[in-house]
């Protein structure tokens, strides 16, 4: 195999393997950025994972096939709203604690996941899932043309939401106030920003982006719903927003790079290069913490109020 | 032929079970991570014990279970067993060891049991460890003979246990029929990461992989990677006749399973002698341990050679005049 090929296919499996925690360390970054630290993500990718497979399961034999992977895709939606929303009701409106409210979600939304796809479908079984939609022209593009244009429909979405969380995060005057709450609440709130309805939304939205993530590892990726299919990525996601400093392209470069990690280190496997396997499956972990340890810098530029409930009475 | 044919039949018909009934009432308490109706590890348990109690009246085994249970938890569940009087409790996992050593010392009367593992424990503490090697080596002989590009994925969780064991025996199996084969091995690090197994089985398939395997849960992601190239001639052979049920099932050449059924007759039967633990109870071929099926539905790639192959070496691993030496493999 040529190094040509080898990077070639490391990377044709491993960019399209990095939207699931691009997407939830996307919505994570928006919880953060309004000073919510949410580690429920993992559960709320669970109950996505699960809504996005059940349409597909049960419709795939039926004439509304067609729109199976759609209604999943806004099942998984909604549902990671209402669970962003349940979130926001614990720590906002009655200031619980963010690290325990975020265990008790995760909890949640594994153990709702695995008990009703028990209840509907019983083991592990596969479908159809999303369809390749390789880009016309593009796609036939030497090297490229796998790598990057012939995903399907929810990555090329994902990436394309990356500007689209830059432009609302600093462009606009909704990502001013989410910003504003998470720097400076009671500052914010003397300027007239509504804190408890701002981080409201900043949950709702990381709630959505968490759910659609997991609505691609079951559509899009593995194409099968099981109890574990997140298997830590809603954690990694957290880490991912640290690691990107709380920035759009920061994060992309960090799911990416993970991501590209992983399949790097199931190539080399594969390649039979004498290594022992569990330093190569520790590989991409150990790359996020070093590049977390060497970027000292961003601690200082988090969120100061990250974690803190705001109480508007409370003196200072 | 027939008579021949029918003689046989009967001859095993009134073959004397190698266990006889409990002699008195027994209760089975089975603790387990995932969830028993889940295709895979812990249903082949708990199905094993079901078609024990099935077999010998739910008045002689008694049964219950416990699931989603991590180790940590796994405690509490096994101390209301013992207060309940549950003669067996299974901790179906090694990462119950701890666990049933620690409970074992504090309650020498119960027997305990947690696998797979070939460990001897103290005298009330049975492990059991399937000889997967056994079913690896017949599924590497189809898949050595199977393959046009001799080159052949394995999708592993970890290298140790019994995938160790099966890995080892499929490497064997292909070099035995195809020497110029070369075997793929990777690892997930995960028994449970669908995900991650669908990303190795597609690196494999990348790679030029055109027969893949694989054992535990996560195998099932494999081979759902594995029908995604489903006008390719790309084929799986399995570590779970689950997989033959499955829609992807038209990639899966053959499986093997555990059938634990061995392991929980033989509990009951050494508890009921007064061998309370101490043994490690092996599962192969020769003890009705493994179940091996080709997939008929599969097409023209299982061909009467290849399966003609994989039963003389089934027949040969049973008689033990095969001998996998599958520590030889590094």
């Not at chain 2, 416990?66 to 096994?78: F, H, L, N, Q, Y």
């Not at chain 2, 192969?284 to 493994?290: I, L, T, Y």
Request: glycine letters at 10%; proline letters at 4%; a positive charge.
């Amino acid at each position: 195999m040529s190094i040509l090929t080898f990077v070639s296919n490391v990377l044709s499996i491993g960019i399209p393997f990095s939207v699931a925690l691009l997407l939830a360390a996307l919505g994570e970054m928006f919880n953060q950025r309004a000073g919510i630290f949410n580690l429920g993500c993992e559960g709320i990718m669970a109950m996505g994972a699960f809504l996005g497979f059940i349409p597909a399961y049960f419709l795939q034999n039926s004439p509304l096939a067609g729109y199976a992977n759609l209604l999943g895709v806004l099942a998984a939606g909604g549902a990671g709203i209402l669970l962003g929303l349940l979130f926001a009701l614990a720590t906002v409106t009655f200031k619980a604690p963010q690290g325990i409210a975020g265990i008790g979600l995760q909890m949640l939304g594994w153990g709702t996941a695995g008990t009703l796809f028990r209840h509907f479908v019983g083991g592990v079984t596969g479908i159809p899932g999303l369809p390749s939609l390789p880009i016309p022209g593009l796609s036939k593009i030497p090297v490229l043309g796998p790598m990057l244009f012939s995903m399907n429909a929810m990555a090329y979405l994902a990436f394309l939401f990356v500007p689209v969380s830059y432009y609302l995060l600093f462009k606009t005057p909704w990502g001013l106030k989410i910003r504003a709450v998470g720097t400076y609440p009671r500052a914010a709130d003397t300027m007239g920003i509504n804190v408890t309805k701002t981080r409201y939304q900043a949950l709702a939205m990381g709630g959505l982006l968490a759910g659609l993530a997991g609505a691609y590892l079951s559509l899009g990726q593995a194409k099968m719903f099981a109890d574990d299919i997140v298997a830590g990525r809603g954690f990694i996601a957290v880490a991912l927003v640290y690691f990107g400093r709380w920035h759009p392209a920061w994060i992309l470069g960090g799911s990416l790079l993970f991501s590209i990690a992983q399949s790097f280190q199931l190539a080399i496997q594969v390649m039979g290069i004498k290594f022992p396997y569990e330093f190569a499956v520790m590989l991409p972990y150990v790359l996020v913490i070093v590049v977390l340890a060497l970027t000292r810098s961003s601690a200082v530029r988090g969120p100061a109020e990250l974690g803190k409930a705001y109480d508007r009475e409370k003196r200072i | 032929m027939k008579k021949v044919v029918l003689a046989v039949l009967i001859a095993l018909m009134i073959l004397p079970s190698a266990f006889s009934a409990p002699k008195a009432k027994v209760k089975i308490a089975l603790i387990v991570e995932s969830t028993v109706d889940d295709k895979g590890w812990c249903q082949a348990m708990h199905d094993a014990i079901m078609a024990v109690q099935k077999k010998y009246g739910a008045n002689l085994v008694e049964y219950s279970y416990t699931e989603k249970m991590k180790p940590v938890d796994a405690g509490s569940a096994a101390r209301q067993y013992v207060a309940k009087g549950y003669d067996i409790i299974i901790g179906h996992g090694a990462q119950y060891k701890n666990l049933i050593l620690e409970m074992a010392d504090e309650f020498p009367k119960t027997t305990f049991a947690f696998g797979t593992s070939g460990e001897i424990g103290p005298k009330n503490v049975f492990t059991y460890m399937p000889e997967s090697e056994e079913t690896g080596y017949i599924n590497g002989v189809i898949a050595g003979l199977v393959t046009k590009a001799n080159i052949i994925g394995l999708v592993g969780p970890v290298d140790g246990g019994d995938a160790a064991r099966y890995n080892r025996g499929f490497i064997l199996g292909v070099k035995s029929v195809n020497p110029k084969a070369q075997v793929q091995v990777a690892y997930t690090g995960s028994f449970g990461d669908f995900v991650k197994a669908a990303e190795l089985a597609h690196t494999q398939i990348k790679a030029g992989a055109d027969v893949l395997t694989g054992s535990a849960q996560q195998a099932l992601g494999a081979l759902r990677a594995v029908a995604e190239y489903k006008d390719k001639q790309i084929w799986w052979l399995g570590q779970d006749t689950a997989q033959l049920a499955v829609p992807e099932s038209y990639k899966v050449i053959a499986a093997a399973s555990y059938a634990y059924e061995a392991v929980v007759e033989a509990l009951i039967d050494k508890r009921q002698s007064g061998v309370l633990g101490g043994e490690s109870i092996p599962l192969n071929f020769s003890n009705g341990g493994f179940v091996y099926q080709f997939n008929d539905k599969v097409g023209p790639v299982l061909t009467a050679d290849i399966r003609k192959a994989a039963e003389k070496a089934k027949a040969d691993i049973t008689s033990r005049k095969l001998v996998i030496n599958w520590k030889d493999v590094k």
